[in-house]
């Protein structure tokens, strides 16, 4: 089953998280295999906001474990976290992301979703997607959201990967590809 994870950070704890980052490193290697994309959220001056997580893990339990258990966390640098089943529409890893890692500005998009489904197929040409898939509930049958990780121009045109009348909300963070796979 996979998971997406977003940590995110409690305002003031960037001193907290930096004391942790090897600590929370060795965590994350620990579930190597099972990481589907990982990396840090920034707001627009560079400073850490988040940390997303999208894992492929036996079952809920496992992942709230994951989740819950993960050091910066049990140190009190999160403010919240989100945790939903995901489903991986482009069915590879961040690190088969074909298109060039290190070039362009690269976002989260995340649409909390509000009554019938939307966006439950690749959007078509979306070559900049670099991770992909409906935010489900626990049992995996009712539609919550969407999360996506692509590189864009602008967050603007980041955000326009989902239809903007479908979600109680969108949220758009600058990401970068995390880990030190």
Do not use: K
């Amino acid at each position: 089953m996979e998971f997406f994870c977003y940590h995110r950070d409690r305002p003031g704890s960037l001193t907290l998280r930096n004391e942790l980052v090897e600590e929370h490193w060795s965590y994350m290697d620990r579930y190597a295999e099972e990481l589907i994309a990982r990396g840090p959220t920034f707001a627009g001056d560079e400073t850490p906001t988040g940390s997303v997580h999208i894992v492929d893990l036996p079952d809920a339990a496992t992942a709230r474990t994951f989740a819950f258990d993960e050091p910066n966390y049990q140190a009190g640098a999160y403010r919240d976290v989100l945790l939903r089943r995901w489903r991986n529409l482009l069915g590879r890893t961040m690190w088969d992301f074909p298109g060039d890692r290190t070039r362009g500005n690269r976002y989260l998009v995340l649409g909390l979703g509000s009554g019938r489904p939307a966006d439950l197929a690749v959007p078509p040409g979306r070559d900049e997607l670099i991770a992909y898939g409906p935010l489900l509930s626990d049992d995996g049958a009712t539609w919550l959201g969407t999360a996506a990780l692509l590189t864009a121009s602008d967050p603007d045109t980041a955000r326009a990967v989902l239809t903007p009348d479908r979600y109680a909300g969108i949220e758009v963070h600058d990401w970068e590809f995390g880990g030190r796979r």
